[in-house]
């Protein structure tokens, strides 16, 4: 099972430049403010804006920014009309695709995302006819630093303990899934065990995965990195088996 987002794994891949960066602030104040707005500007009480509060720090995004894309949430400062986008598509080799994202014009960003899935080898599908495919998991990150098989079985095994539903490694990281509303919980166990996780997200999870030609793969690849250069994109999920 892997769920990761494909704009998360891009991001992790890609030298951050001062634009790129400037992208990513840009993206994460929009998660920021949509999630402030829906459930209020305070993170103790807002476990969505507490998930997206901690992404941007990870990624260094000053606190006056989080704090100005709050307030634009809640309505203290004035900001623009968002909204949340989801969707669905095919991808290269039949894959299937989930697109999040967060907008000022819908109309505008449908019409960017339809090329640009048309340039790749790719359309889109028709609401639900994709989201079956996948389910909505809790998602935790965790490095084995040591990149040794020993503490990769103690890794699995503390996961276990601590509520994990599933596991998956790609590489030397962890991917530790759990049911939505108990993925803090989850958290909160591996750091009392003296886990500390990379990242804490909401992923769509692929219930099955397709394993793909190398061909395919890289243009599924080129059709990520475009999608994720769009300023409404912010989140990118497949069954394309990594």
């Not at 634009?19 to 990513?24: E, H, L, S, V, Y």
């Not at 459930?39 to 997206?52: C, D, I, W």
């Amino acid at each position: 099972m892997s769920g990761h987002s494909h704009a998360k794994t891009i991001l992790h891949k890609k030298q951050i430049t001062d634009a790129k960066r400037g992208k990513i602030f840009s993206k994460l104040s929009r998660e920021i403010s949509i999630a402030a707005r829906e459930k209020g500007g305070a993170p103790e009480t807002n476990s969505a804006l507490r998930l997206v509060i901690e992404k941007a720090k990870s990624f260094n995004m000053p606190k006056d920014n989080i704090e100005r894309a709050i307030k634009k949430g809640t309505g203290e400062l004035k900001g623009e009309v968002l909204e949340s986008i989801v969707f669905e598509a095919y991808g290269p080799g039949g894959i299937a695709i989930i697109i999040e994202g967060i907008t000022d014009n819908k109309n505008r960003t449908l019409g960017e995302i339809k090329q640009i899935l048309n340039q790749n080898n790719g359309k889109l599908a028709g609401s639900g006819s994709v989201k079956w495919i996948f389910k909505r998991k809790g998602c935790l990150e965790i490095q084995n630093v040591n990149h040794e098989d020993k503490n990769k079985e103690g890794l699995e095994l503390l996961a276990i303990e601590a509520g994990a539903e599933d596991i998956y490694w790609h590489n030397h990281i962890l991917d530790v899934y759990t049911k939505p509303e108990e993925l803090e919980k989850v958290k909160k166990n591996l750091e009392e065990k003296g886990i500390q996780t990379e990242s804490t997200t909401l992923d769509w999870v692929a219930k099955k995965q397709i394993e793909l030609g190398k061909k395919d793969k890289e243009t599924c690849q080129k059709l990520f990195e475009t999608l994720d250069e769009n300023d409404a994109v912010q989140e990118i999920y497949s069954n394309i088996k990594r």
